[in-house]
């Protein structure tokens, strides 16, 4: 049984920074690739990809984040972390941590509030 625990969010005013950390329980995330995920706020709003680690390490960013948000991942220590520099109000959201296995499961963390505002 796979388990992901988000950790870092909170609140922070414009321009500022947060770190959010998602920490694996077993074995298989080396060979899983790591994706984080938001949902902001509202009815209808959808949860979008905001970044992504493969297990080779190449990283892909959704464009509203480009320049401002790092990925990374620490194999041997089971975790993912995603650094995210001058914040704005419309990064406010609920941010996921995602594990897609080699087989193709996918496994979710809990979710952690990320709040951009003054």
């Known amino acids: 049984q796979v388990q992901l625990v988000e950790s870092g969010g909170g609140l922070v005013p414009p321009g500022g920074s947060l770190r959010l950390s998602c920490a694996a329980s077993?074995?298989?995330?080396?060979?899983?690739?790591m994706r984080w995920y938001r949902q902001a706020p509202g009815p209808g709003k959808r949860r979008d990809l905001v970044?992504?680690?493969?297990?080779?390490?190449?990283?892909n960013y959704a464009d509203s984040v480009k320049g401002r948000f790092t990925i990374s991942r620490d194999n041997a220590k089971n975790m993912g972390n995603l650094q995210m520099n001058s914040l704005k109000p419309e990064d406010t959201a609920v941010y996921y941590c995602?594990?897609?296995?080699?087989?193709?499961?996918?496994?979710w963390g809990q979710g952690a509030q990320v709040t951009v505002s003054s």
């Open positions: 970044a992504g680690i493969s297990r080779f390490g190449v990283t």
């Open positions: 995602n594990l897609l296995s080699w087989g193709g499961t996918e496994y």
């Open positions: 077993g074995s298989i995330f080396i060979a899983s690739d």
